[in-house]
């Protein structure tokens, strides 16, 4: 079965505990914690205090998406402040970017934006935790899901098979009840939803149609 990945970029941020448990109540499997720097991608979002906040409000894994220009400076803020996994995005990576970040100690994942070629994380697979697509162009939440996604989900998969690995591919952007069971088709192991859940009335709801149960 698919995880859900709960975003919290679109949730109420005054009400950040009663969210979070709701969540949780509903069935969401993990947090994804959307950091921007507003250099990277032009918003800000939050920091490693808001991160240390939500690790005293669940024992569910916490994954931090750096959407950021010099993750390895501010990666171990992350990891310090309770993050169980980091997500660091290529397209501001070099060839040291990766073995730094595994110094961590963290399982370690890539981020691949819409236009970024997948074979440019073909050599590194072995490596990492996890591959992040994203199906939107990173920076705001409430985007449309890009269709041609789904073609980059298969692709991926097939090479993730080819190398004989067990990486799981995660899908953020669009993410819906809509666009979910197409995403699932695809291959998808993971599908973060931000606005879909935290705008509806039903989280429950909202986790089940997402996970196809």
């Given at each position: 079965m698919v995880?859900?990945?709960?975003?919290i970029?679109?949730?109420?941020?005054?009400?950040?505990?009663?969210e979070?448990?709701a969540?949780e109540?509903?069935?969401?499997?993990?947090?994804?914690?959307?950091?921007?720097?507003?250099?990277?991608?032009?918003?800000?979002s939050f920091?490693?205090p808001?991160?240390?906040?939500i690790?005293?409000?669940?024992?569910?894994?916490?994954?931090?998406?750096l959407?950021?220009?010099?993750?390895?400076k501010?990666?171990?803020?992350?990891a310090?402040?309770?993050a169980?996994?980091?997500?660091?995005?290529?397209?501001v990576?070099?060839?040291?970017?990766l073995?730094?970040?595994l110094?961590?100690?963290?399982?370690?994942?890539?981020?691949?934006?819409?236009d970024?070629?997948?074979?440019s994380?073909?050599?590194i697979?072995?490596?990492?935790?996890?591959?992040?697509?994203?199906?939107?162009?990173?920076?705001?939440?409430?985007?449309?899901?890009?269709p041609e996604t789904?073609?980059?989900?298969?692709?991926?998969?097939r090479?993730?098979?080819?190398?004989?690995l067990?990486?799981?591919?995660?899908?953020?952007?669009g993410?819906?009840?809509?666009?979910?069971?197409?995403?699932?088709?695809?291959?998808?192991?993971?599908l973060?939803?931000?606005?879909?859940l935290?705008?509806?009335?039903d989280?429950?709801?909202?986790?089940?149609?997402v996970?196809?149960?």
């Amino acid at each position: 079965m698919v995880q859900f990945s709960a975003s919290i970029l679109n949730c109420d941020f005054t009400r950040l505990g009663e969210e979070i448990r709701a969540a949780e109540q509903a069935g969401v499997d993990a947090f994804h914690l959307d950091v921007m720097d507003g250099h990277f991608v032009p918003n800000i979002s939050f920091g490693p205090p808001v991160t240390a906040h939500i690790r005293g409000l669940t024992s569910l894994p916490l994954r931090a998406h750096l959407m950021i220009a010099d993750p390895c400076k501010y990666a171990p803020r992350f990891a310090e402040t309770g993050a169980d996994e980091i997500l660091y995005h290529i397209e501001v990576a070099d060839e040291d970017t990766l073995p730094v970040l595994l110094e961590l100690g963290k399982p370690i994942g890539v981020t691949l934006n819409p236009d970024t070629m997948l074979e440019s994380i073909y050599p590194i697979l072995p490596r990492l935790s996890q591959v992040l697509l994203m199906s939107v162009y990173p920076g705001f939440g409430g985007q449309k899901f890009i269709p041609e996604t789904l073609f980059r989900i298969d692709t991926l998969k097939r090479e993730i098979e080819r190398q004989k690995l067990s990486i799981p591919i995660a899908i953020d952007g669009g993410v819906n009840p809509e666009t979910a069971p197409a995403a699932r088709d695809a291959g998808a192991d993971i599908l973060i939803v931000g606005s879909a859940l935290f705008k509806s009335s039903d989280y429950a709801a909202v986790v089940r149609a997402v996970k196809g149960v």
